[in-house]
């Protein structure tokens, strides 16, 4: 399948292709019939030709490409309606041997929602190099599945380890940082704020690259200054400063993030949380905080 030129998006090129424009107007077709509750699944003459469709072994590989891209962007609802189909097709359906292949799930990565239960059963080897490409939305689709279910990228140290680890890999860390930092939502709850700071965190005493980490402040200063009741500002660029090296080239720049932050107008923050930031930019080599 790697050789069709899908290039970065393989879904917009797959509904050019008349094979995939026809299963398009079956998928609308059985995904929209009225259902029970106690019946949600799609129609059987769907299912079989979706069956079809992914284990044909003699099509022309272009059309292969465009119907398993295509598959991939309702792989979502496919999950929620044909949880048993999809289960059975998941070698197929869930697998990502090269990411910038027409895969089903790249697909859904890209233009699908974030379902945490189909992200998890992604190899984390596979899913790390999705996110390394990079391709467009991947990074963003994967912070939120994490945000709101912290087992998608367990184990969390492993997974950033692996994400780093490939080309391009610390660029991708402080992306997923940068995105999560994006998804939280402005009434983020404690536990959305604890999984994103815990992601934080494990990126920081993690042995990565210290490009990884370097943009971290920056995101904790920006969700300060849209968010001034919260801690978890602080909380990171302390985290952030007990960790940095005074010879990091991005030190400096965590610095400036925190002596800003301590000058802002912050009055649900605590004298605590405050406090433990100035120290830290103290311990830091901070002279002047």
Excluded: C, K
């Excluded at 969390?156 to 610390?170: E, R, S």
């Excluded at 999984?195 to 904790?220: I, Y």
Aim: proline content about 9%; hydrophobic content about 45%.
């Amino acid at each position: 399948m790697t050789d069709a030129p899908w290039g970065d998006d393989a879904y917009f090129h797959a509904l050019n292709h008349p094979a995939a424009r026809a299963l398009r107007a079956l998928l609308e077709w059985g995904l929209r019939l009225p259902h029970g509750d106690a019946d949600p699944a799609p129609p059987t003459r769907l299912t079989d030709v979706l069956h079809a469709h992914l284990r044909e072994p003699r099509q022309q590989p272009q059309a292969r490409a465009a119907l398993h891209a295509l598959i991939g962007a309702y792989l979502a609802v496919l999950h929620e309606r044909a949880p048993q189909w999809v289960d059975e097709h998941a070698d197929v359906l869930l697998t990502l041997p090269d990411p910038r292949g027409p895969h089903p799930v790249r697909t859904h990565l890209q233009w699908g929602p974030p379902v945490p239960a189909l992200l998890a059963r992604v190899d984390g080897d596979e899913l790390a190099a999705a996110v390394r490409v990079p391709l467009e939305h991947v990074a963003r689709h994967v912070a939120v599945a994490h945000l709101y279910d912290p087992g998608v990228l367990a184990p969390l140290d492993v997974f950033l380890t692996t994400l780093a680890a490939g080309p391009g890999g610390p660029r991708a860390v402080s992306d997923l940082l940068e995105e999560t930092a994006r998804a939280l939502p402005d009434d983020a709850n404690d536990q959305l704020v604890d999984v994103a700071l815990d992601l934080w965190r494990t990126a920081l005493d993690t042995d990565l690259p210290a490009e990884s980490v370097a943009g971290a402040g920056a995101f904790a200063h920006a969700r300060a200054a849209e968010h001034p009741d919260s801690p978890a500002a602080f909380t990171l660029l302390t985290a952030l400063l007990q960790r940095v090296h005074p010879t990091h080239w991005h030190t400096e720049r965590v610095r400036d993030h925190a002596r800003a932050l301590l000058a802002a107008d912050t009055p649900h923050v605590s004298e605590t949380d405050r406090a433990l930031l100035r120290n830290a930019l103290l311990d830091s080599g901070d002279l002047d905080a």
